[in-house]
């Protein structure tokens, strides 16, 4: 069976050295060693920030820290780590405490100790512990490696019981948001509530006689091409934003042939570096697409008031100003960390004419300009931000299913969030389970879903589907975490001119009312996000739920990127 299949690959998952991405068994007692044998503090952690975390030791012990860590003296970010104390001895760490969890776990065991028990990669330390460190189904452990700094690789060993240390993680509100505002996901070292803003900037409507690109506040009729001066305008904000992180800007404007064989000088494309300093010549690149879909025609008519769907936005709040924002929110946050590899925060030109923007920077930029340089991972962000929390409206098919008369979404559905990696040769296995164990193991601890989020497998699937069958006989996860044969957007650039393993997160496309209309605005985007009055999940304004679904993007990212740093995860067809 292909389901079976499936699970056999994810399993492989489980051996590699990337991270600890298997479970396995820890008891609250080891031998020698007891709780009150060491003091962690503080004992309540503050969510989504870098923080000191102090271990002294009663006896003489080792400690097993399961989550991101600053390394003081290279500045790099570890994965987790291990640490020996003699009796009466202290060391800090700078932990970044998981900023979606509610419960920390560090794990100690007698001095020395070098195997581990851990968790299985699709459930969360807080699951673990409530089920007292329980065997699961995969097994496994990590092992202590030796070298100058402390690296962890997976193992079958997992050296016996542990103590596991249970700590509280919360997470502050800024002062300025409400709840309603998105206050309950505005802190962090990424938060949604940053991204909301650069959003609401990016599609600002207000009139603004003085702006002759656009006559607006924000930046509005990015449509790529030839002297268009609201993209060219735009594309100097950008610019902007990315020099002012202290990022190295560099762009690369390209011609295409047209339909008469005319060749003709396209809207750039836009990427801020920072360069590694151990491999510079391996990149991390997270992209979105910058332009909008344009018109078919001089007339821009609101759906909702013609009933008829036409095409081409000036907003386009969802498709893709959500994802450039995402972009930048990450781009700040990540340029003042030192990184093994270098990063590079793109935005490209020329996705909605056919991905011309990341063809051309794959196929020329990098092969042909920099031979030197491999892409390790590359991560997308398209269509981001109308999913679960949300809900309301048919995911897939005739719009007339998902909308009301007046074009708003009907309230006895939900959509799921995509998260979709690649590249991929069919649905009925997991062809690059590594990308698929971390993406698991990012999520069900540090983003908080690991009740939300499901693999995807099956056979008979064609590539004009993004398995709805499969989604819907499991009975509607929330998070849907799948590889993607027909990669719609920019990914298809990477996997297809680099062969890049590549993650990419969407949500609601062809069901959604407003695709590539000129309704796709941010007001829109938070009437389908409203869950007030709803039966589905919890009850938020349109703007929490939006901001909790871009808080939850954005951060799985920026983990992404972090992981990755440490150890790339490549293409197992390679």
């Known amino acids: 069976m292909g389901g079976a299949k499936g699970m056999q690959a994810l399993t492989l998952v489980l051996l590699m050295a990337l991270a600890p991405l298997s479970g396995c068994f820890g008891e609250n007692e080891s031998v020698g060693i007891t709780e009150d044998d060491v003091d962690i503090t503080p004992k309540t952690w503050t969510a989504g920030v870098f923080q000191g975390v102090t271990i002294t030791a009663e006896k003489s012990l080792s400690a097993f820290i399961p989550y991101l860590i600053k390394d003081a003296e290279s500045g790099f970010v570890m994965n987790s780590t291990v640490v020996d104390l003699e009796a009466g001895q202290s060391v800090q760490l700078s932990v970044l405490a998981p900023p979606r969890a509610d419960t920390a776990i560090i794990l100690v065991g007698s001095f020395g100790r070098d195997n581990w028990p851990i968790r299985d990669a699709n459930e969360s330390w807080a699951t673990w512990y409530t089920d007292n460190g329980h065997l699961a189904a995969n097994g496994g452990a990590i092992e202590r490696l030796a070298g100058e700094n402390v690296s962890l690789n997976a193992s079958l060993d997992s050296g016996g019981p542990a103590v596991a240390y249970p700590l509280?993680?919360?997470?502050?509100?800024?002062?300025?948001?409400?709840?309603?505002?998105?206050?309950?996901?505005?802190?962090?070292?990424?938060?949604?509530?940053?991204?909301?803003?650069?959003?609401?900037?990016?599609?600002?409507?207000?009139?603004?006689?003085?702006?002759?690109?656009?006559?607006?506040?924000?930046?509005?009729?990015?449509?790529?091409?030839?002297?268009?001066?609201?993209?060219?305008?735009?594309?100097?904000?950008?610019?902007?934003?990315?020099?002012?992180?202290?990022?190295?800007?560099?762009?690369q404007r390209y011609e295409f042939t047209d339909v008469f064989g005319n060749q003709n000088p396209e809207s750039y494309n836009i990427c801020g570096f920072r360069y590694g300093n151990e491999v510079p010549n391996e990149w991390m690149v997270f992209g979105a697409h910058f332009d909008v879909a344009p018109p078919?025609?001089?007339?821009?008519?609101?759906?909702?008031?013609?009933?008829?769907?036409?095409?081409?936005?000036?907003?386009?709040?969802?498709?893709?100003?959500?994802?450039?924002?995402?972009?930048?929110?990450?781009?700040?946050?990540?340029?003042?960390?030192d990184t093994r590899r270098t990063m590079a925060f793109c935005f490209w030109s020329g996705e909605e004419g056919g991905k011309r923007g990341?063809?051309?920077?794959?196929?020329?930029?990098?092969?042909?300009?920099?031979?030197?340089?491999?892409?390790?991972?590359?991560?997308?962000?398209?269509?981001?931000?109308?999913?679960?929390?949300?809900?309301?409206?048919?995911?897939?098919?005739?719009?007339?299913?998902?909308?009301?008369?007046?074009?708003?979404?009907?309230?006895?559905?939900?959509?799921?969030?995509?998260?979709?990696?690649?590249?991929?040769?069919?649905?009925?296995?997991?062809?690059?389970?590594?990308?698929?164990?971390?993406?698991?193991?990012?999520?069900?601890?540090?983003?908080?879903?690991?009740?939300?989020?499901?693999?995807?497998?099956?056979?008979?699937?064609?590539?004009?589907?993004?398995?709805?069958?499969?989604?819907?006989?499991?009975?509607?996860?929330?998070?849907?975490?799948?590889?993607?044969?027909?990669?719609r957007s920019d990914h298809a650039s990477f996997q297809d001119n680099l062969g890049t393993v590549t993650i990419g997160f969407g949500g609601l496309v062809d069901g959604y009312w407003c695709y590539h209309q000129t309704c796709d605005t941010l007001e829109e985007m938070e009437i389908w996000m409203d869950t007030t009055g709803k039966d589905y999940g919890e009850e938020h304004s349109g703007v929490s739920n939006l901001v909790d679904s871009l808080d939850i993007i954005t951060w799985w990212a920026a983990y992404s990127f972090f992981h990755l740093d440490e150890k790339p995860v490549l293409n197992a067809y390679l």
């Not at 078919?296 to 969802?318: E, F, K, M, Q, S």
């Open 358 to 487: 990341s063809d051309y920077w794959t196929d020329y930029y990098v092969k042909e300009d920099n031979p030197d340089v491999t892409v390790t991972n590359y991560i997308n962000l398209d269509m981001a931000g109308v999913n679960w929390p949300g809900g309301g409206g048919a995911p897939h098919g005739d719009p007339a299913t998902t909308v009301d008369p007046d074009g708003y979404p009907k309230d006895e559905e939900v959509w799921p969030m995509r998260v979709y990696l690649g590249p991929s040769l069919d649905h009925d296995v997991i062809n690059q389970p590594e990308m698929v164990g971390l993406t698991l193991w990012i999520g069900a601890d540090a983003i908080g879903v690991e009740q939300q989020q499901s693999v995807l497998i099956g056979e008979g699937f064609g590539e004009d589907t993004w398995k709805v069958d499969d989604w819907l006989e499991r009975g509607k996860p929330e998070i849907i975490v799948y590889e993607d044969v027909t990669a």
């Open 168 to 251: 509280m993680i919360v997470r502050d509100m800024a002062p300025a948001y409400s709840s309603d505002e998105g206050g309950r996901h505005s802190t962090g070292l990424v938060n949604g509530r940053t991204t909301y803003n650069y959003l609401h900037h990016l599609t600002d409507e207000t009139p603004n006689p003085l702006d002759l690109a656009d006559g607006a506040v924000g930046y509005l009729n990015r449509w790529a091409g030839q002297a268009n001066t609201a993209y060219e305008d735009a594309a100097v904000y950008l610019i902007d934003e990315l020099e002012s992180y202290g990022l190295t800007v560099v762009t």
């Open 296 to 337: 078919a025609n001089l007339l821009l008519a609101d759906p909702h008031v013609t009933g008829v769907r036409t095409y081409g936005t000036g907003v386009g709040a969802y498709d893709n100003s959500a994802g450039t924002s995402m972009v930048l929110t990450v781009a700040g946050a990540m340029s003042d960390f």
